[in-house]
C-alpha cells in the first residue's frame, strides 16, 4: 500500500501562483511514477503532468505550460508549480502513483490521494 497526502490548495487570484504537494508513505516511493490530476465540479478528471521514476516529465498541450512537476526522493514527495493560475484551474486536485508511467496519461493509477481543493478567483 501507499499513503498519499496532498497540500498546499488554497485560495490565489487569477495571475498567482501555487504549489501543491503531495507526500507518500508506505511502500518505495522510486518504485513509482507520480503524476497529478483535477477534477472540477461536474467534469471528468483531468490529467495534469507525470513524472517518472527516471525523472522524465510531460504534461498535456491543454496545461499551456503553466504547470511543472518535480519529485524529492529523499522526502517522498511530488510536487506540482502552478503559475498563471486562472479560474478555469479551479478543481479538487489529486496526487497519484503508479508502477507503470505511461499509464497515468491514461488516468490509470495505482494509488490515489484525497485531494486538495484549489480555487482561483477572477
Known amino acids: 500500500q501507499v499513503q498519499l497526502v496532498e497540500s498546499g490548495g488554497g485560495l490565489v487570484q487569477a495571475g498567482g501562483s501555487l504549489r501543491l504537494s503531495c507526500a507518500a508513505s508506505?511502500?518505495?516511493?522510486?518504485?513509482?511514477?507520480m503524476g497529478w490530476f483535477r477534477q472540477a465540479p461536474g467534469k471528468r478528471r483531468e490529467f495534469v503532468a507525470a513524472?517518472?521514476?527516471?525523472?522524465?516529465?510531460y504534461s498535456p498541450d491543454s496545461m499551456e505550460g503553466r504547470f511543472t512537476i518535480s519529485r524529492d526522493n529523499a522526502q517522498n514527495t511530488v510536487y506540482l508549480q502552478m503559475n498563471s493560475l486562472k479560474p478555469e484551474d479551479t478543481a479538487i486536485y489529486y496526487c497519484a502513483a503508479a508502477r507503470v508511467y505511461s499509464s497515468l496519461r491514461a488516468k490509470i493509477a495505482d494509488y490515489w490521494g484525497q485531494g486538495t481543493q484549489v480555487t482561483v478567483s477572477s
Open positions: 508506505g511502500r518505495t516511493f522510486t518504485n513509482y511514477a
Open positions: 513524472i517518472s521514476r527516471s525523472d522524465s516529465t
